[in-house]
């Protein structure tokens, strides 16, 4: 049969953060109940999510996810942030709740996602359309790019912040005189971010000033923009 519906039901501490948080991100509620059981639906033109409160539950030891599927997660991420900046002043990327950027991802065949973690610690994974062109890899690439798909693969996808940093750290303790100094400023300015996510705002700023500092021609500064782009969120973030 076709024109069949899967709802993702998820935990969540408080159904009122998650309906308030996902207000923020344009989505509009669709059912909501406090007895017998607490619970809320949240739409957004074809994503449906649903909620369900525990008591005393500890969102940083949710292990609720689901993935969203779309041909369009740039479109979809800059709505996102369009939001969180109407409402908080800034993109949230540290903390519960956050949002990743979109980011090329070696262990879904290339293919580009970002990752949203709601106020009840579940990952809602938003990658592209199998069909749709897939992001540039970093196979090809120097050992600075490689790292950083490392690091992607355990920060976005797996959590694993800390072994995120190492792979990160390892990499810009070995300068080599033949490494990409975009790569060096996506590499400083992803570290930053991770910096962020551990709540280390002082390694985040002297982070970000050396991805400034970074000699770059001006082909290189546009290959570098979204880089900066990030890091002027980043900066924001940290004021």
Known sequence: MANERTVPL???ASIDDIETFYGVLGFHTT???RKPNPCVGVQREDIDLQFFEIAGFDP????GSCLVITPDIEGLHRAFAAGMRAAYGRV???GTPRMTRPRARKNADGLGGFSVIDPGGNWIRVFRDPTAAPMPDATSAGRLAKALANAV???DSRGSISQAVRILDSALARPQADDDPVEQVEVL???AELAMVLHDPDTAAELLARAQSVTLTDDESERAAAAFDNATELATALR
């Not at 940083?60 to 292990?63: F, G, K, L, R, T």
């Open 31 to 33: 059912y909501k109940q």
């Open 189 to 191: 300015v992803y570290r």
């Open 92 to 94: 949230l990327v540290s």
């Open 153 to 155: 693969v355990q920060a």
């Open 10 to 12: 998820l935990p969540c």
């Open 60 to 63: 940083e030891q949710s292990y």
